[in-house]
C-alpha cells in the first residue's frame, strides 16, 4: 500500500509517478491515469453500481430504474462470487479459469445491462442522479467491461478504496495538512501503517521493532529486512 502526496492533479503527476507503467492500472475516471499509455485500464464497476445506488436514495419512492440497474450489478458480483468458490480444472491457471467463467456467465448479464442503458439513457434527465449514473456508465463501458478479458483483473478496485477511505475520513478530522513535509510524512505513515494491514501486521509491534532496530543500522545499511511485509520473520 502506497500514499504519495503531489501537489496538484495534473496529468504530469501520475506520469512521473508510473513512467512506463506497462501493467493492469485500475482507476476511477479521474482522466490523468488514461494519459498513461502503456498501462491497461479497467475500470472499478463499484464506481459506477455506486451511482446507481444513490439514485435510488435520492427517490422519494424505492424502485424503479435504479433498483432495475442494481439488479444487474448484483448478478455481476453473485458471479464474482461463484467464481472464487469454484476449483480451476486440472492444469488451467486461475487468471484462465476466471477468464472463461466470466465469458460464460458474466458476459451476457453485461450485454443485457448494455442494451438496458442505451434503453434507458434518452428517456432520463441529465442533471438527475439517475442521468449521471446511466451517463457515466455508458462513458465508461469500455474500461468497465474489460475484467472479462482479463482473469488477473478484478471487478471492482474495493480492497484498495476500503485503506484509501481510511486516509479519507482521516483527512477530515485533523483538516488537512499544515505544510508540504507534513503532507509527505502523513503518506509515508499512512502507507506504512495500512501496508502492515495487508500484510497481516500489528502495527505497534512492527514500530517496536522498527524503532528499536533501525538506530543500531549504518546510514546506508540496506533496511529492506525491516518492512512490514518481512516484519514476521522477526516475530
Known amino acids: 500500500m502506497l500514499f504519495d502526496y503531489q501537489p ?4 504530469e503527476h501520475p506520469q512521473a509517478f508510473l513512467g512506463d507503467y506497462r501493467g493492469i492500472l485500475m482507476s476511477d475516471g479521474y482522466t490523468a491515469w488514461h494519459t498513461l499509455k502503456g498501462a491497461t485500464h479497467p475500470g472499478c464497476m463499484a464506481h459506477a453500481r455506486r451511482r446507481f445506488a444513490d439514485a435510488l436514495k435520492a427517490r422519494k419512492k424505492q424502485g424503479g ?3 432495475q440497474a442494481l439488479k444487474f450489478f448484483d448478478q455481476l458480483y ?6 472464487r468458490d469454484e476449483i480451476p480444472d486440472e492444469g488451467e491457471t486461475q487468471a484462465s479459469y476466471m477468464r472463461r467463467f466470466r465469458q460464460k456467465h458474466s458476459v451476457p448479464v453485461l450485454d443485457a445491462l448494455k442494451a438496458w442503458l442505451d434503453d434507458i439513457a434518452p428517456k432520463v434527465l441529465p442533471d438527475t442522479k439517475l442521468g449521471d449514473a446511466v451517463s457515466y456508465t455508458l462513458n465508461r463501458w469500455e474500461y468497465l ?7 488477473r483483473m478484478p471487478i471492482d478496485n474495493n480492497l484498495l478504496e476500503r485503506d484509501i477511505r481510511i486516509f479519507a475520513t482521516g483527512r477530515k478530522s485533523w483538516l488537512f495538512c499544515d505544510t508540504v513535509d507534513g503532507a509527505r510524512a502523513s503518506a509515508v505513515t499512512y502507507s506504512l501503517m495500512l501496508t502492515c494491514r495487508a ?3 500489528e502495527p505497534l ?3 517496536r521493532h522498527v524503532l528499536t532496530e ?7 545499511a540496506d533496511i529492506e529486512d525491516l518492512l512490514p511485509f518481512n516484519f514476521e520473520r522477526h516475530a
Open 214 to 220: 533501525l538506530p543500531q543500522r549504518p546510514h546506508d
Open 199 to 201: 500484510s497481516g501486521v
Open 8 to 11: 496538484g492533479r495534473g496529468q
Open 205 to 207: 509491534a512492527w514500530l
Open 145 to 151: 467491461t474489460r475484467y472479462v478479458e482479463d482473469g
Open 65 to 67: 430504474p435504479p433498483a
Open 78 to 83: 453473485r458471479i464474482e462470487r461463484q467464481a
